[in-house]
């Protein structure tokens, strides 16, 4: 096959998974369903959860040579904006990508990690990482117990095990915290936009049998695999977002009337919304442009960096502005922009911050420049 005929095919690869998200959102995703999403004391549904693995979109970050459907980045980008701008409360990021990201990046995987992967694929498993920063206070004793707290895991409410790696003398283990382990509690937490995560106590918890053993460089590969799939699926689901809650804005302005015309008529509320729309447009081409170097094995941290500081900066703008062109209608329950309101506010920080990204770009190109440099 031809470079172009390639080029073709993985286009139309991803159109079709566009649609198929579409369809999910238009017909699966109503305002009834996120409602029983949003009360359910996991977040997560399991008839859904089902659905996105029926879809496959649990098996998209994975190689084909794992079972999976590819592992591209493109294709989730292509996934998650549809889910984004349907405000999908399920952890389809950290649960469905992150997760098995991480597995398959590792090498040499053993069979406990083969079959944790295939659960989570098929839907039957959902898995959450602990990031390293999360668990930072939890301490390891001699005898293989470990005691502590953790911070907020996103995605981590309801999941049957939790993944968390130690590291010792060059060398990580990674293990998988079973929900029912004896000592070890999950208490579930709610984000401000609904969204379910959980906190981890560990009270003289014996760890189980160790999932994979490995080099730091091997882990550290396969967490910064991990970690970009997720930013891009993250900042896909935000692009969604931003282009729902603008065009909302733009239809309630266009039905609201002051001084005798519709608002949306006054230049003012009109270079407002196209300035929303070139934000957005220009984030979509960024995070589109960054999927096409991760795929194509260009390992840049700059361009994951101005990623997601650019979703950040426009996630922030686009909330504020919606909550502004509403005006107070756009912070209550009746207004149907609001949960994306919610989404988008915490979108601009979940995931880091401008600032947090501009030093991550700054010192990728430069050096180790200091946080507060951007503030």
Same mark, same amino acid.
């Given at each position: 096959?031809?470079?172009?005929?390639?080029?073709?095919?993985?286009?139309?690869?991803?159109?079709?998974? !566009?649609?198929?998200?579409?369809? %999910? $959102? #238009?017909? =699966?995703?109503? &305002?009834?369903?996120?409602? @029983?999403? *949003?009360?359910? +004391?996991?977040?997560?549904?399991?008839?859904?959860?089902?659905?996105?693995?029926?879809?496959?979109?649990?098996?998209?970050?994975?190689?084909?040579?794992?079972?999976?459907?590819?592992?591209?980045?493109?294709?989730?980008?292509?996934?998650?904006?549809?889910?984004?701008? !349907?405000?999908?409360?399920?952890? %389809? $990021? #950290?649960? =469905?990508?992150? &997760?098995?990201?991480?597995? @398959?990046? *590792?090498?040499? +995987?053993?069979?406990?990690?083969?079959?944790?992967?295939?659960?989570?694929?098929?839907?039957?498993?959902?898995?959450?990482?602990?990031?390293?920063?999360?668990?930072?206070?939890?301490?390891?004793?001699?005898?293989?117990?470990?005691?502590?707290?953790?911070?907020?895991?996103?995605?981590?409410?309801?999941?049957? $095990?939790?993944?968390?790696?130690? &590291?010792?003398?060059?060398?990580?283990? *990674?293990?998988?915290?079973?929900?029912?382990?004896?000592?070890?509690?999950?208490?579930?937490?709610?984000?401000?936009?609904?969204?379910?995560?959980?906190?981890?106590?560990?009270?003289?918890?014996?760890?189980?049998?160790?999932?994979?053993?490995?080099?730091?460089?091997?882990?550290?590969?396969?967490?910064?695999?991990?970690?970009?799939?997720?930013?891009?699926?993250?900042?896909?689901?935000?692009?969604?977002?931003?282009?729902?809650?603008?065009?909302?804005?733009?239809?309630?302005?266009?039905?609201?009337?002051?001084?005798?015309?519709?608002?949306?008529?006054?230049?003012?509320?009109?270079?407002?919304?196209?300035?929303?729309?070139?934000?957005?447009?220009?984030?979509?081409?960024?995070?589109?442009?960054?999927?096409?170097?991760?795929?194509?094995?260009?390992?840049?941290?700059?361009?994951?960096?101005?990623?997601?500081?650019?979703?950040?900066?426009?996630?922030?703008?686009?909330?504020?502005?919606?909550?502004?062109?509403?005006?107070?209608?756009?912070?209550?329950?009746?207004?149907?922009?609001?949960?994306?309101?919610?989404?988008?506010?915490?979108?601009?920080?979940?995931?880091?911050?401008?600032?947090?990204?501009?030093?991550?770009?700054?010192?990728?190109?430069?050096?180790?420049?200091?946080?507060?440099?951007?503030?």
């Amino acid at each position: 096959m031809t470079s172009n005929a390639s080029d073709d095919a993985l286009r139309e690869t991803r159109d079709m998974l !566009a649609e198929s998200a579409r369809r %999910f $959102a #238009e017909r =699966g995703y109503g &305002a009834d369903v996120r409602a @029983a999403s *949003l009360a359910h +004391p996991e977040g997560c549904l399991p008839g859904v959860w089902a659905q996105l693995a029926e879809m496959g979109w649990l098996a998209l970050a994975v190689p084909e040579d794992l079972g999976g459907f590819g592992g591209r980045a493109a294709d989730l980008c292509a996934v998650a904006e549809p889910l984004g701008a !349907a405000g999908l409360n399920e952890p %389809f $990021a #950290e649960a =469905g990508v992150r &997760a098995p990201a991480l597995l @398959a990046a *590792l090498p040499d +995987p053993s069979d406990a990690v083969a079959r944790l992967l295939a659960g989570s694929m098929a839907g039957e498993l959902r898995l959450a990482c602990i990031a390293a920063s999360a668990a930072r206070t939890w301490t390891a004793c001699q005898d293989g117990q470990i005691t502590g707290r953790s911070d907020i895991v996103p995605g981590g409410a309801g999941a049957d $095990a939790w993944l968390w790696a130690r &590291a010792e003398a060059g060398e990580v283990t *990674l293990f998988a915290l079973a929900r029912d382990l004896p000592g070890l509690q999950a208490r579930a937490c709610t984000l401000v936009d609904g969204q379910r995560a959980v906190r981890l106590a560990a009270q003289s918890v014996t760890l189980p049998a160790p999932l994979w053993k490995g080099s730091t460089d091997a882990w550290r590969a396969a967490v910064a695999r991990a970690d970009a799939l997720a930013l891009l699926t993250h900042s896909a689901m935000g692009v969604g977002a931003m282009r729902r809650a603008r065009t909302l804005t733009q239809d309630y302005l266009s039905t609201r009337r002051q001084f005798g015309q519709t608002v949306v008529r006054n230049q003012v509320v009109q270079h407002r919304l196209v300035d929303l729309m070139v934000e957005i447009e220009e984030a979509d081409a960024l995070v589109q442009a960054t999927a096409e170097r991760t795929d194509a094995g260009i390992d840049d941290p700059r361009w994951l960096a101005a990623t997601g500081a650019t979703l950040a900066a426009a996630a922030r703008h686009v909330w504020q502005e919606t909550v502004q062109l509403h005006g107070a209608i756009g912070i209550t329950q009746e207004c149907e922009a609001a949960p994306l309101v919610r989404r988008l506010a915490l979108a601009s920080v979940q995931h880091g911050t401008e600032a947090h990204h501009l030093a991550r770009l700054a010192d990728a190109s430069l050096g180790p420049v200091p946080l507060h440099a951007f503030h």
